[in-house]
């Protein structure tokens, strides 16, 4: 069989004399450009320094959106969320040492949450590389061993004539299933010296397709027709490789209950019939898929989070479907099969022909959720809920949310309805502060005809606040809605639980309202009784805002440790 990329293309007689006789004036950051672009890129995030200024002076020379903010951390959780958004390979380009440092938080992230960003930093100039003590400003003796153990792949630029072959091979890694970040590095002096190499016209980078083994769909498609309970578990790779629909197609024919993890939230209605939501941390859903006697788990690794913290354990047959290598059975023994979601859900679809008929699966959802409802309306926790309640009144049903680690999100991965697939992200994959604000600046790049929220405690805000400036730069349309406490709340929570007493978990605070409006940006403080309204309003507006809503916040008491 011939495969279309197998075919090898003749130039063009205009191709030819263009390759004979590239414009003068360019260099290796015009090549990097040019390969991304023809790659299919189109936006680019970032922040200079003085070993990347070649790579960005050819910006100058480009098509290529370009979209600045002010730390590389921010930079890369936005490239984060247009990569969750398109599904598109984010570029990321960086300068060297401590800024390609600051990025690593972001970085690992999004290898945490399968997201595809292409990091393409500087180095040093080639005379320092090698791990000698040259001196040189950022000199680092082996930079791409701090990204080695964060990221899909890293590729080592020496000469010019390498860079097309090297992003091209970076954007296929970091598009093949799993997604995930990769890393590029070019020194100085390649970027800047002058190239004679032909410009680069087109792209050449095929993400490798990761079907499941004909033999293991097999056994898989028998042991979910003939289950008395099966129930399905469904992760964020169900989200990346867009299989909600095949998904919701399976468990309808498998008359299944479905639980999304938070990183797998929208892939399956919140309001079906088989839905359980995703009351992860809640024991009677945990007793619920411990008693499937056949469990299908779909993009997920059944990690910390997933598994109720790892209290999870499952007594009848497990099948799991995994992208990522790593996470395949590495929690529970299965049936593993290593694929990418959507193409072993069409494959399961495809074997199991007949509906497996079971009138008594919404009842038995009915019943969990009811028990769930009842251990959280026994806690005295309206506030928190009718929060809830007022952010999804007022976000349009398809906006895209993007939520920090607070109090208010870890209610949100349970208890929220994101009304769709790929709307809902968090930073849960690795727990870092300050994700929420600048990947929606993101997420409005890569669709500035939606709003989109952003959710954050005080403490996480005080991380990504300087990006007040680029929303307003770019004119992006974010609402953040701040919720202030006066700290770490959720800290403060664990310590008060654990210890009796807090230490680290105050914090003096700005008016953030005033502090929006030195920006340029318009803020609005709020009340529980006026947050739905004033939310609404701003998700409403053109451009940025923040909405700061003063409120202590607590937590539904957990069901992993003893009572």
Known sequence: MTHDHDLVLRPTAAQREAALNPPPGRTGGDLVVETLAGLGATTVFGLPGQHALGLFDALRRSDLRYVGLRVENNAGFAADAYGRITGEAAPLLLSTGPGALTSLAALQEAAAASAPVLAVSSQIPTAGLGGGRHGYLHELPDQSASFRGVVKSVHTVRTQSQIPSAIAAAWESALTAPHGPVWVEIPQDVLLAETMIPVVTGG????????????LTAVAAHLLATAARPAIIAGGGVVRA??????????????????TTFGGKGAFPWTHPLSLQSWLEDRHTTDFLQDADVLLVVGSGLGELSSNYHTFKPRGRVVQIEADLGKLESNHPALGIHADARLALQALLETIEEPREDTSAPERVREVLAK???????????????LLASIRRALPSRAPSFWDMTILAYWAWSAFDPRGANTMHSAQGSGGLGYAFPAALGAAVADPTSPVLAVSGDGGALYSVAELATARQY??????????DGGYGIL???MTDAFGATTGTELTRPDFVALAESFGVPGVRTSPETLAEDLAKALATPGPSVVVLPAVLRMFAPTHVPG
Do not use: C, H, M
């Open 204 to 215: 050449d980078a095929f993400p490798e397709e990761l079907p499941p083994r004909p033999e």
């Open 242 to 259: 867009d299989a909600a629909g095949k998904l919701r197609q399976l468990a309808e024919r498998l008359s299944a209950p479905v639980v």
């Open 372 to 386: 769930v409802r009842a251990r959280i309306d026994g806690q005295e926790l309206t506030l928190e809920q009718d």
């Open 492 to 494: 403060r929570e664990y």
């Open 475 to 484: 004119d992006l349309n974010v609402t953040w809605l701040i919720v202030d």
